[in-house]
């Protein structure tokens, strides 16, 4: 799945800090008579920022810039060749948030990304190693033992693409800036994303082999800037992290941390010298047949993880668990009385993923039961259940992520918890100050 190849083209030289291209060569050297050459925007390095405030990083923007259909947004490259010790980064957006971004932590603290990349500085020895894999091309394997809530490797964000730019552009003019986005990184980096599988071969243009690799290889993410008024996701490359293949029921699972812009891949079970360290590219809740579709439809490739070579009686009794859970999460989200969700079905549910071995998503089967017991007046096992939650939450989320602060509230106080006694108070006939029985909103 993970192949290498050559690169096609090299970049012209550029200034290290704020640069702009050696007059007369563009960034055309590819051989590529549609892949247009541009030139850079140069900036001075204290003001060179999406607005022209000053700032703690320096901006360079590529031009031309290229304005959404209706004329409402333009998007341009913006890139800052220093982010995380040199390692370097690109946004491709609208000015207005990369202003927004350029005020989170990873741009005005370089401290917060130092020591993050460490296949650039690397601090500790690697359990890893990258290396083709029969029928799948490269990929990462174990070794050393890992355990269960290890990290494993953590990047920061090479390429970030604005949903909104892929929507609203032309689509000449979207490869184009894509094209523009992958060459103004530093050359080393530009090569590791050149570098990625396309899960086909073929002879590409050069703007074909760009939107190959990123659509390929790209994660979802959202920024949750609500002052901006635009669509918030953006889909990111991290070509590092991107060379783990998929497993339906995977050996690890990865977090986006926005203050860092880093994405971190922990182990979700104990993995072995010699295993491969896979993650899932889907959904791992969707039944067989809707993972196979989804798997060859965007990626090309026909799983044959555990899951999917198992026995048809096997993968029937899958897909009924996978049909049960479907069933019983939403009421768990029901905070009125007409909710069927008791401590006994919360149990059920882990018992569920435990048998999926759905390791990736066992903080929320644990944080559904704390909720449940604490709920019905049983501090003690909902503490127990809470407990649990944050230790795989930590790893799975972040230990800023809401749900884990949530559970460490029930945890130290179930009784001031705002589940206490919930389901009770509905069950029971008692009224809010509102008279209304069970009245809590969803």
Not at 251 to 256: G, M, S
Not at 346 to 360: D, I, M
Not at 362 to 373: G, H
Not at 413 to 439: I, L, N, Q
Request: some cysteine.
């Amino acid at each position: 799945m993970c192949g290498s190849r050559e690169v096609p083209s090299l970049l012209p030289s550029f200034d290290p800090i704020c640069r702009s291209n050696v007059p007369g060569t563009g960034y055309l050297a590819s051989g590529d008579p549609n892949h247009k050459a541009h030139g850079a925007g140069h900036c001075p390095q204290a003001n060179c920022t999406a607005h022209g405030h000053r700032s703690q990083h320096s901006w360079t923007r590529s031009s031309p810039c290229f304005r959404s259909k209706g004329n409402k947004h333009e998007y341009c490259v913006f890139t800052d060749s220093t982010f995380a010790e040199n390692r370097g980064t690109t946004l491709v957006t609208t000015a207005e948030r990369a202003a927004y971004l350029e005020r989170i932590p990873a741009y005005t603290d370089p401290s917060v990304t130092k020591g993050i990349n460490q296949d650039i500085i690397r601090t500790k020895p690697a359990k890893y190693k990258v290396e083709k894999i029969e029928g799948k091309g490269l990929g990462v394997i174990a070794t050393g033992f890992i355990n269960r809530g290890e990290l494993i490797m953590a990047n920061t964000v090479s390429l970030m693409f604005d949903y909104a730019a892929y929507e609203n552009l032309e689509r000449d003019d979207y490869l184009d800036i894509q094209a523009q986005a992958v060459d103004s990184l530093p050359e080393a980096h530009r090569r590791l994303i050149l570098d990625m599988s396309t899960h086909d071969e073929g002879n590409f243009t050069y703007l074909e082999l760009v939107e190959k690799i990123t659509s390929t290889n790209a994660f979802d993410v959202d920024p949750d800037d609500d002052d901006v008024d635009q669509d918030n996701k953006f889909y990111v490359i991290f070509p590092e992290i991107a060379r783990m293949n998929h497993d339906c029921r995977p050996a690890a699972d990865y977090y986006f941390d926005l203050e860092t812009l880093t994405q971190y891949v922990h182990a979700v079970r104990p993995i072995y010298p010699g295993e491969e360290i896979t993650v899932t590219y889907i959904d791992p809740t969707m039944r067989q047949a809707a993972r196979a579709h989804k798997l060859h439809d965007t990626w090309g490739f026909r799983c044959a993880c555990p899951s999917c070579t198992a026995s048809r009686p096997a993968i029937a009794a899958s897909d009924d668990r996978l049909r049960q859970i479907e069933e019983l999460r939403p009421e768990f989200n029901k905070f009125r009385s007409a909710s069927r969700a008791t401590p006994q079905m919360a149990e059920l549910l882990v018992s569920l993923y435990e048998q999926e071995r759905l390791w990736g998503m066992m903080d929320e089967a644990y944080r559904y039961a704390a909720v449940e017991w604490n709920a019905v007046g049983e501090p003690w096992t909902a503490t127990k259940y809470a407990r649990l939650a944050i230790e795989h939450g930590i790893y799975l989320s972040g230990e800023k992520d809401g749900d884990v602060a949530d559970m460490d509230e029930l945890a130290a106080d179930p009784w001031s918890h705002w589940s206490w006694m919930m389901r009770m108070k509905g069950r029971t006939g008692w009224k809010g100050r509102k008279g209304v029985a069970g009245d809590d909103e969803d």
